[in-house]
């Protein structure tokens, strides 16, 4: 079976986006590959957070992503920091990596923007560390969502790098996209993003979803109840692409281009869709909240296999690159 590799950030709670843009994916087909999925702190501490919340989050998020279905006992969930072979084969990657090619990442250029105030360097490497994430496994399938394609392309870049200069080592990842891999946020402007507050979260109950779905932007030339709409231009449109069944979407589809349902119904009906999916995933949350030990006692455990599977990687990278006296001595 090939191996999967994907990753996701404490950087705050998960949302609809991260769900139906890849989590979803990941539960989807875990059981078809051989699954590492990481919680990748090494990134998060890429933009400013808090010391002291930090194992929360990370915490949280291992519980969150069981609920939404990872397997606990098949899938190996683990922290990345709790793995040095990551860092150890960024600096390596970095060796082989030109600026260039990191200068013109979308991903940095919008971060970039966002924290004007703290841009360091780490930000910059945050591709070649993620290369190092994905191939350290020989990563081959890699689930993410739209955001992410093109360092996933630059991780194939990297394995050409290095397959060239120093032996094939590497195999040639390929990104997997769900139907909805960019889902937009609340504001409408960009993708939603834990890191922007533009998000539905995916444990938010019916009451919160509600408080930000109400006041939502639809599409902006509908400015009365009797202007006909344009679907396409609206944000609730695309959320019911990801939850309403298809007969219920055309019917608004055609309601809203004849000005036959209003924004609000439109928005009440995505609601109740919405949280038809989201219910039952709150409801396993609780369960699962009360089994906090065990989920920890779970990511030490799969960062103890993942230290063994990167460390002979790091050896075998080492050893083509001329850096293994050590294990000759
Ligand atoms: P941050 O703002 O901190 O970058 P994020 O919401 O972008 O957080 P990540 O942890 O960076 O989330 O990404 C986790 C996974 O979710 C990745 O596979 C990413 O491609 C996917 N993803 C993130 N946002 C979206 C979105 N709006 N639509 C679809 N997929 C998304
Ligand atoms: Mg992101």
């Given at each position: 079976?090939?191996?999967?590799?994907?990753?996701?950030?404490?950087?705050?709670?998960?949302?609809?986006?991260?769900?139906?843009?890849?989590?979803?994916?990941?539960?989807?087909?875990?059981?078809?590959?051989?699954?590492?999925?990481?919680?990748?702190?090494?990134?998060?501490?890429?933009?400013?957070?808090?010391?002291?919340?930090?194992p929360t989050r990370v915490e949280?998020?291992?519980?969150?992503?069981?609920?939404?279905?990872?397997?606990?006992?098949?899938?190996?969930?683990?922290?990345?920091?709790?793995?040095?072979?990551?860092?150890?084969?960024?600096?390596?990657?970095?060796?082989?990596?030109?600026?260039?090619?990191?200068?013109?990442?979308?991903?940095?250029?919008?971060?970039?923007?966002?924290?004007?105030?703290?841009?360091?360097?780490?930000?910059?490497?945050?591709?070649?560390?993620?290369?190092?994430?994905?191939?350290?496994?020989?990563?081959?399938?890699?689930?993410?969502?739209?955001?992410?394609?093109?360092?996933?392309?630059?991780?194939?870049?990297?394995?050409?790098?290095?397959?060239?200069?120093?032996?094939?080592?590497?195999?040639?990842?390929?990104?997997?996209?769900?139907?909805?891999?960019?889902?937009?946020?609340?504001?409408?402007?960009?993708?939603?993003?834990?890191?922007?507050?533009?998000?539905?979260?995916?444990?938010?109950?019916?009451?919160?979803?509600?408080?930000?779905?109400?006041?939502?932007?639809?599409?902006?030339?509908?400015?009365?109840?009797?202007?006909?709409?344009?679907?396409?231009?609206?944000?609730?449109?695309?959320?019911?692409?990801?939850?309403?069944?298809?007969?219920?979407?055309a019917e608004i589809h055609t309601?809203?281009?004849?000005?036959?349902?209003?924004?609000?119904?439109?928005?009440?009906?995505?609601?109740?869709?919405?949280?038809?999916?989201?219910?039952?995933?709150?409801?396993?949350?609780?369960?699962?909240?009360?089994?906090?030990?065990?989920?920890?006692?779970?990511?030490?455990?799969?960062?103890?296999?993942?230290?063994?599977?990167?460390?002979?990687?790091?050896?075998?990278?080492?050893?083509?690159?001329?850096?293994?006296?050590?294990?000759?001595?």
């Open positions: 079976m090939k191996v999967l590799f994907t990753g996701i950030q404490p950087t705050g709670d998960i949302h609809i986006g991260n769900y139906f843009g890849a989590i979803a994916n990941w539960v989807r087909i875990q059981h078809d590959y051989v699954p590492f999925i990481s919680i990748v702190d090494l990134h998060a501490i890429t933009i400013p957070y808090e010391t002291a919340e930090m949280e998020l291992a519980l969150t992503l069981y609920t939404a279905g990872l397997d606990f006992k098949t899938t190996t969930l683990f922290v990345q920091s709790e793995v040095p072979g990551h860092a150890d084969l960024t600096w390596i990657f970095n060796t082989i990596t030109p600026l260039g090619e990191l200068e013109r990442m979308t991903q940095f250029k919008d971060k970039r923007e966002q924290f004007r105030a703290t841009v360091n360097v780490g930000l910059l490497d945050y591709p070649v560390l993620q290369a190092a994430d994905i191939l350290i496994y020989k990563g081959e399938v890699v689930p993410v969502g739209q955001d992410q394609v093109q360092h996933v392309e630059f991780t194939r870049e990297v394995a050409r790098h290095f397959n060239a200069r120093f032996g094939d080592t590497f195999p040639e990842c390929q990104a997997l996209l769900t139907a909805t891999p960019k889902v937009m946020g609340l504001d409408g402007d960009a993708k939603m993003s834990k890191s922007k507050g533009n998000t539905i979260g995916l444990l938010e109950t019916p009451e919160q979803v509600w408080a930000k779905l109400a006041p939502a932007k639809t599409d902006p030339a509908r400015v009365r109840r009797t202007d006909p709409g344009t679907p396409e231009k609206c944000t609730i449109w695309s959320y019911h692409l990801l939850v309403t069944p298809e007969a219920e979407r309601g809203c281009t004849t000005a036959g349902i209003g924004c609000i119904d439109c928005k009440r009906r995505l609601h109740k869709h919405l949280m038809t999916v989201l219910d039952p995933i709150r409801a396993r949350y609780q369960d699962l909240s009360g089994r906090k030990q065990e989920v920890r006692d779970r990511l030490s455990a799969n960062a103890e296999h993942c230290r063994t599977v990167a460390g002979d990687t790091i050896l075998e990278v080492k050893g083509k690159m001329g850096l293994n006296r050590i294990w000759k001595i």
